[in-house]
């Protein structure tokens, strides 16, 4: 796939996701991205940093025009840290001493550390939703409950492509009444 449909095809899967999960101003969005599956590669087998920044390039103009914070997850070899711009840090949450690379991060966190204002590693994250590029397993940064977003891609290059929303706990039982719109 080419760096220029890649970066259409990210663009057009973070609008869908924004619309799906009706994310506003302030919310936070996280990715997790393998660039080696983007490339068909075996995942953190065949980093490839021109595919993250394809990726990047598509994903982040379209959260920073909704006002929707990016934040991206590292890989296992950072424990899944999250690099995030600061002024998203929530509060009371306390950054960690790491810079992502290539093959300690992974190239996609690499490259948002690279592009944002001023980045901060946070060890851990509650995101309002997230996407899955390459079966990296965001769940663990995603607010509960997360519902499953079908996009209309399911593939970003050779990468699985799994997206999901956050909401509200429904509680109460059959008689309870709930708001629609979340």
Request: net charge neutral; with cysteine.
């Amino acid at each position: 796939m080419n760096n220029e449909l890649l970066t259409e095809t990210a663009a057009q899967a973070a609008r869908e996701l924004l619309e799906a999960a009706r994310l506003k101003a302030g919310d936070i969005l996280v990715v997790g991205c393998s660039s080696s599956e983007i490339v068909g590669e075996q995942i953190g087998h065949g980093s490839s940093m021109e595919a993250a920044q394809a990726v990047f390039n598509g994903i982040y103009p379209v959260l920073k025009q909704a006002g929707v914070y990016l934040a991206a997850q590292c890989c296992e070899h950072l424990n899944r840290a999250i690099i995030l711009e600061e002024k998203a840090l929530p509060y009371g949450v306390r950054p960690v001493n790491v810079v992502p690379q290539p093959k300690a991060g992974g190239s996609f966190a690499t490259t948002c550390w690279q592009n944002f204002e001023n980045p901060v590693a946070l060890e851990a994250i509650q995101a309002d939703a997230g996407m899955d590029i390459g079966d990296t397993l965001i769940g663990m940064h995603l607010k509960p409950v997360a519902v499953p977003v079908r996009l209309s891609m399911r593939k970003l290059g050779q990468a699985n492509l799994v997206c999901a929303r956050t909401r509200l706990k429904f509680i109460g039982g059959s008689r309870a009444a709930y708001q629609p719109e979340v």
